[in-house]
């Protein structure tokens, strides 16, 4: 309100701007890619770019009672501030009607047209600028399809006749807040969101995790001498099978003397015994102590195996015991010199005592008939105090009973 002339004169802005507008932006996006979340929910952006508008800027009718009214005197005889302004206003008497916004209250505002000549007045009335527009924003991604923003943006004209007077020194600036419900149109099948709403790493990474579109080769790992090391690494295509290699697929010689370990009888043959004979045993004669030593008892490096459940009542081996046998199959066929102890439980009374029996009777056949381990390394033991579903599995060198008749065999499941 104070007065913006050089010559010190003021003015009191009264005036009715319609307008209409025409943008063209450009829109940021200030998200950086990201490598490892998925498509982004929020986005923050700038804009820049180009209005078109046209404006009917009215300006208030300064007659009150026939009488014009002289706003510049009024503002001069003020101290500059607001409510000093409006007192004298007041003074003066113009009431508050006159600014109401009646037709009939409103001339054309005297704008000034020294700026943008190619655009200029449309028919005297309509005051055509261009302007430039920047702004910023954030939008809320609802779905594929919607999304919620708000956005400030700012209109700046080259002039400064928006408010019906020109001042000379400053532009006049639209400033509005918007609010934007954003509908994506297009078949989803052949369209895809906007850009901003994209992670362009996401195609890459999903395509890896789960192929769609890449055509993969099976993985192939052969090992045509099943040593554990695949034939595109193995240095030793043809190991004797049951040998231990190392990690390049050799068989492994601790003591270097060309005999593998699985064959040699001697592992630690001193070099000053060398040649050895086909068996590993070196040309060192045996030491009078160790001719009588009687070899010891073969034992069983088995550390431990598990134990087998049963649904209670049923003597029938489900999919998770067989897959626990079958690994025990494997462990006894890797160890010749190895039995397995079968103890089942129940003992309260001859129900359970039977039960019991079928119990390790089941995991018995599984082993002899089914994976092709000899009876004579399965022990029977059943009807022992404890849980009644279960049978432990024991590995051991101790000699038992390979085969128990049924103590009830009128209560025999099956």
């Known amino acids: 309100m104070k007065p913006p002339f050089s010559d010190g004169s003021g003015y009191v802005a009264n005036y009715r701007n319609i307008m209409h507008q025409i943008s063209l932006d450009a829109l940021f996006s200030?998200?950086?890619?990201?490598?490892?979340?998925?498509?982004?929910?929020?986005?923050?952006?700038?804009l820049a770019g180009y209005s078109f508008t046209m404006a009917d800027v009215d300006m208030i009718n300064g007659q009150?009672?026939?009488?014009?009214?002289?706003?510049?005197?009024?503002?001069?005889?003020?101290?500059?501030?607001?409510?000093?302004?409006?007192?004298?206003?007041?003074?003066?008497?113009?009431?508050?009607?006159?600014?109401?916004?009646?037709?009939?209250?409103?001339?054309?505002?005297?704008?000034?047209?020294?700026?943008?000549?190619?655009?200029g007045l449309h028919d005297g009335?309509?005051?055509?600028?261009?302007?430039?527009?920047?702004?910023?924003?954030?939008?809320?991604?609802?779905?594929?399809?919607v999304n919620l923003g708000i956005e400030e943006k700012l209109t700046i004209p080259f002039d400064d006749n928006w408010d019906g007077v020109s001042a000379g020194q400053t532009k006049d600036i639209l400033t509005s807040t918007q609010f934007r419900l954003n509908f994506n149109i297009g078949n989803t099948?052949?369209?895809?969101?906007?850009?901003?709403?994209?992670?362009?790493?996401?195609?890459?990474?999903?395509?890896?995790?789960?192929?769609?579109?890449?055509?993969?080769?099976?993985?192939?790992?052969?090992?045509?001498?099943?040593?554990?090391?695949?034939?595109?690494?193995?240095?030793?295509?043809?190991?004797?099978?049951?040998c231990a290699v190392d990690v390049h697929g050799v068989t492994l010689d601790t003591d270097g003397d060309g005999v593998p370990d699985c064959r040699d009888k001697e592992k630690l043959t001193p070099q000053n015994c060398f040649p050895v004979n086909a068996d590993g045993v070196g040309t060192c004669p045996e030491p009078e102590c160790c001719k009588n030593i009687k070899a010891a008892a073969p034992a069983c490096n088995i550390g431990s195996l598990p134990s087998v459940q049963?649904?209670?009542?049923?003597?029938?081996?489900?999919?998770?015991?067989?897959?626990?046998?079958?690994?025990?199959?494997?462990?006894?066929?890797a160890n010749p010199d190895c039995k397995v102890k079968l103890v089942g439980y129940g003992a309260s009374d001859?129900?359970?005592?039977?039960?019991?029996?079928?119990?390790?009777?089941?995991?018995?056949?599984?082993?002899?008939?089914?994976k092709g381990i000899s009876e004579t390394r399965v022990i029977f033991t059943y009807g022992m105090d404890g849980n009644g579903t279960t049978v432990d599995l024991v590995p051991t060198t101790e000699e038992g009973p390979n085969t128990v008749p049924a103590p009830h065999p009128n209560l025999r499941k099956g």
């Open 310 to 333: 049963f649904k209670g009542g049923s003597a029938t081996l489900n999919s998770t015991a067989k897959s626990l046998l079958d690994n025990v199959a494997q462990q006894l066929s």
């Open 350 to 370: 001859k129900r359970a005592q039977q039960l019991s029996w079928d119990h390790v009777n089941a995991v018995k056949a599984y082993l002899t008939e089914q």
């Open 125 to 145: 009335n309509q005051l055509m600028r261009h302007a430039i527009d920047v702004g910023s924003g954030i939008a809320f991604r609802l779905s594929p399809r």
């Open 189 to 242: 099948a052949t369209h895809i969101e906007p850009l901003w709403w994209v992670n362009p790493n996401n195609y890459i990474y999903n395509e890896v995790a789960t192929p769609k579109h890449m055509k993969l080769p099976p993985v192939v790992l052969p090992d045509a001498d099943g040593d554990g090391v695949t034939d595109q690494f193995d240095m030793e295509p043809n190991t004797p099978a049951g």
């Open 30 to 46: 200030m998200n950086t890619i990201n490598y490892y979340r998925g498509n982004p929910k929020v986005e923050w952006y700038t």
């Open 64 to 119: 009150k009672g026939g009488l014009d009214v002289n706003f510049a005197s009024v503002v001069a005889g003020s101290d500059g501030t607001r409510k000093d302004i409006k007192s004298n206003l007041k003074d003066a008497g113009i009431d508050h009607g006159l600014f109401e916004f009646n037709s009939d209250k409103y001339v054309n505002a005297p704008v000034d047209n020294r700026s943008r000549n190619s655009v």
